[in-house]
């Protein structure tokens, strides 16, 4: 069975080539043009940056190298016993751009249970902070930290060659991934249970099995199956997103993974990004509160518009890039509607109709250019139903994710020489002397 490194390790040629074709016959090959609507529009719709395994379509949502929500959930291999993908057949694909084979998912799932325990300063660190320091602030400070021990920084120092880079970058990648369900888990352990004690991580589970089971889930196994789901589906979407840029550009000055990683996460804590997960449950809890379970959707109708007419955004709904709804979202509404416990959830119920109003409420007001549901519309009310009812944790669930994309993506970076990342600004000033 080969193994992740050797993996990369063949495939790594190919796309240098392919760079350096690019770059001899293309380099000035003109595929865009600057609107100053995009300058001072968050650089939205501009082609400026090289993201290797996954590329977002408006209408048709995000594909892994070329894969389809669909196609990876018929593909990609599930844990023993389970249906759903597991991060280590995502991390895989989105590495190499290859299907991983059952035994090498199974060997990868070995590699990162073995890596995952923390340092113990880390755990004292975790255990320092105030239960009410966000669990997002807590992540990132726990991410940087594990710098301690980057391999990438410690042979930089040493001085090592650039075609060395990615093998350190990719060694990281992998111990911080393994790493993640330790800190996250022991995050949520000291903020809602505190002094309840911390398994041993199982050599033969899954990351994502561990992650649960870490977090006292173990024993729900339609819970540890949709967080596997959640999970690889949030792995990546494509690199302009907050977090994922983030990564890019700290990672871009040859800062370690830790380092890139726990920048992005401070990123997708944001309640534009990454929170809105959080801020759905939050105000289908308060319409719950407020117009019951048991609703018509006119009653829904004018919550919307209560919502938006206070000046407020409907969380879960819209997108930067696209424009229909989001495949993510269908493929964790399909997770239940093929269950019978949770379409009798009345909080689930209550998203499914709000699915079934907003985009015309949405419409109607007008502004935004997807009135369609994002990913975050309903990945947390499954959550809220099996009984991890602590939605500010939520976006830590979407943080361990998120590393899949991010760390990938870094890998790719170091493979490909990418240099540092430094775009033009203007002022305005500049910017009419420049229209003139
Ligand atoms: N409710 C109300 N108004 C909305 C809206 C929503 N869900 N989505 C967009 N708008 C408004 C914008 O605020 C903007 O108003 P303005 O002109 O007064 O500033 C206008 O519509 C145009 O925005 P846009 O071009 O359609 O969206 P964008 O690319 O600027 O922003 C996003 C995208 C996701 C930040 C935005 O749709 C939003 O705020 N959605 C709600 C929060 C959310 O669900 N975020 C999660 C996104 C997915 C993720 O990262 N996890």
């Known amino acids: 069975t080969k193994s992740l490194k050797e993996t990369l390790q063949e495939v790594i040629p190919g796309k240098q080539a392919q760079l350096k074709k690019l770059k001899a016959e293309h380099a000035q090959t003109v595929v865009g043009d600057v ?70 998912t199974r060997q990868l799932s070995r590699e990162l249970a073995e890596k995952g325990d923390l340092p113990p300063f880390v755990e004292k660190l975790i255990d320092s902070f105030p239960a009410t320091l966000h669990p ?21 120092e040493k001085g090592m060659k650039k075609t060395e880079y990615w093998t350190y ?40 099995g561990n992650y649960s089971t870490l977090l006292g889930f ?37 800062s370690d993974p830790y380092l890139a990683y726990s920048s992005a996460l401070f990123a997708l804590a944001g309640p534009l990004h990454g929170l809105a997960n959080q801020e759905v449950l939050r105000w289908q809890l308060a319409m719950q509160a ?37 495949p993510r979202f269908t493929a964790l509404q399909e997770f239940c509607d093929a269950r019978p416990e949770l379409q009798e959830s009345s909080i689930i119920q209550l998203v499914k109709k709000t699915y079934e109003v907003a985009p015309g409420v949405l419409k109607e007001h007008g502004k935004t250019k997807n009135p369609y549901p994002n990913v975050d519309a309903t990945s947390g009310c499954v959550l ?25 993506q870094l890998v790719w970076s170091r493979a490909l020489g990418l240099p540092i990342e430094r775009p033009k600004s203007l002022s305005m000033d500049a910017l009419e002397k420049l229209i003139k």
């Open 169 to 208: 970058m990719l060694d990281d990648c992998i111990n911080l991934i393994a790493r993640l369900p330790a800190l996250a888990a022991r995050i949520y352990r000291n903020v809602y249970n505190p002094g309840t004690p911390l398994p041993a991580l199982n050599k033969d589970l899954d990351l994502v």
């Open 384 to 408: 809220y139903h099996y009984g991890l009812k602590e939605f500010k944790y939520y976006t830590v669930i979407f943080g361990v994710s998120r590393a899949l994309g991010a760390l990938t």
């Open 35 to 104: 609107k100053v609507e995009n300058i001072i529009g968050g650089m939205r719709g501009i082609k400026a940056m090289l993201w290797e395994a996954s590329v977002l379509d408006p209408n048709e949502g995000i594909r892994f190298h070329g894969l389809s929500i669909p196609d990876v959930q018929k593909v990609l291999p599930a844990a023993p016993g389970g249906k759903e993908i597991i991060a280590e057949s995502m991390l895989w694909l989105l590495l190499t751009g290859q299907v991983p084979t059952e035994a090498q």
């Open 136 to 156: 997002m602030t807590q992540l990132g400070m726990g991410v940087a930290a594990l710098n301690h021990d980057s391999l990438f920084q410690a042979a930089y």
């Open 290 to 326: 407020e117009i019951g379970s048991d609703v018509s959707h006119e009653q829904i109708k004018e919550y919307l518009w209560r919502t938006l007419k206070s000046g407020q955004v409907v969380p879960g709904y819209g997108h930067g890039v696209l424009r229909n709804p989001d």
């Open 218 to 254: 173990g024993d729900n196994h339609s819970l540890t199956e949709y967080l596997r789901l959640y999970i690889a589906l949030h792995g990546d979407h494509e690199g302009g997103n907050a977090s994922a840029h983030t990564a890019h550009l700290v990672g871009s000055t040859l």
